[in-house]
């Protein structure tokens, strides 16, 4: 009798350490946070962007995207809607601690995009490449950035 009990005593600690629901690591920790682009400009205005970035699981961010625009001093140009402009794109996948999968669809001003890129960090830098295609007329738009922890 005592041997089926200790049978019985190890099989129950095999079987309850054999779980599926490990979690999953951690992958947010080095994205969290407010990175800022640098300032672009020309003889006209002046831009730049803020992007906070905020845990959803351990494999997604939510991207709070503030784009500024500032007429250069004398230019005469004023601009309409709200400055900044803001964008939310609430899960955003994450491949490893360092690289992001940038695939989501947005709408501006009526006009919608399909966006494909990567973020990685290296430091305290995050750089970005990104392909966005317009469905309305199919036009492709791709640029690079690098924003800096701050």
């Not at 951690?26 to 672009?40: N, Q, R, Y």
């Not at 400009?41 to 962007?49: G, L, R, T």
């Not at 955003?92 to 009526?110: H, K």
């Not at 990685?120 to 317009?134: F, P, Q, V």
Request: charged share 25%; glycine share 6%.
């Amino acid at each position: 009798m005592k041997r089926i009990s200790i049978l019985f005593f190890i099989a129950s600690l095999f079987f309850t350490s054999c779980s599926n629901d490990d979690p999953s690591p951690d992958l947010t920790t080095d994205f969290i946070g407010t990175w800022k682009s640098g300032i672009e400009e020309d003889q006209y205005v002046k831009s730049w962007s803020t992007w906070n970035i905020s845990k959803v699981s351990n494999n997604e961010v939510k991207l709070t995207i503030s784009s500024f625009l500032e007429a250069q001093p004398g230019v005469g140009i004023e601009f309409e809607g709200p400055n900044p402009s803001v964008d939310i794109i609430e899960k955003v996948r994450l491949i490893d601690s360092r690289t992001m999968d940038l695939n989501f669809d947005m709408t501006i001003d009526g006009e919608e995009s399909t966006n494909q890129g990567t973020g990685i960090i290296t430091g305290n830098k995050l750089a970005l490449a990104m392909k966005t295609t317009y469905k309305k007329d199919g036009e492709v738009l791709s640029y690079s950035e690098s924003l800096t922890r701050q």
